[in-house]
């Protein structure tokens, strides 16, 4: 008789990582600190765009509007700059977009590891898609699960917890 195959899990990772009933300090707040943390994340892409628009109008007026063809390629590079912030931001040793790192709030694969590249970039493209098709209301979601996951995030596979150190202050509280 062979044993059941074990799940590979990355170095470090718990595959009883993040349980609500017995760690429930992951994810206190962790639904209105999330929706601050997106808004964030858009002003910073919005002030990014911002600037990227008023060069291009700039530069059509240096270029006596020549330049102004440029405005053709706004929509493309706002989804190329999206996916990478969001892709190497939620890859980084925080594993959290600036906005989640304002908000003490990190994003891991269910089991406790750490984002990559990929799995950020898929996350927020998977995120996109569903609230294009399932308007906002797929946000109700995280009402009715213990871990207080979204749509995307079951799709991805991934969870969304306070970071270590909010987590140990609500212990102590």
């Not at 977009?97 to 590891?113: D, S």
């Not at 590249?117 to 493209?125: C, E, K, P, S, T």
């Not at 995120?127 to 996951?149: A, D, E």
Request: glycine share 8%.
């Amino acid at each position: 008789m062979t044993d059941a195959p074990r799940l590979a899990t990355a170095p470090g990772a718990r595959p009883d990582a993040y349980d609500p009933a017995s760690q429930p300090e992951y994810f206190e707040g962790v639904l209105s600190r999330r929706v601050v943390a997106f808004l964030v994340d858009m002003v910073i892409l919005t002030v990014v765009m911002t600037a990227i628009v008023v060069f291009i109008a700039i530069f059509g007026l240096v270029t006596l509007g020549i330049g102004w063809l440029l405005f053709f390629l706004v929509g493309p590079i706002f989804v190329v700059l999206a996916i990478v912030y969001f892709g190497t931001t939620l890859a980084s040793p925080a594993s959290a977009t600036l906005g989640m790192r304002a908000m003490n709030l990190e994003m891991r694969l269910w089991y406790g590891a750490p984002m990559y590249f990929l799995l950020g970039a898929v996350h927020m493209i998977v995120f996109w898609i569903t609230v294009s098709v399932f308007t906002p209301l797929v946000l109700l979601v995280g009402l009715f699960n213990g871990r207080k996951r979204l749509l995307h995030d079951f799709v991805c596979g991934t969870v969304m917890v306070n970071n270590e150190a909010r987590a140990a202050r609500l212990r102590r509280s």
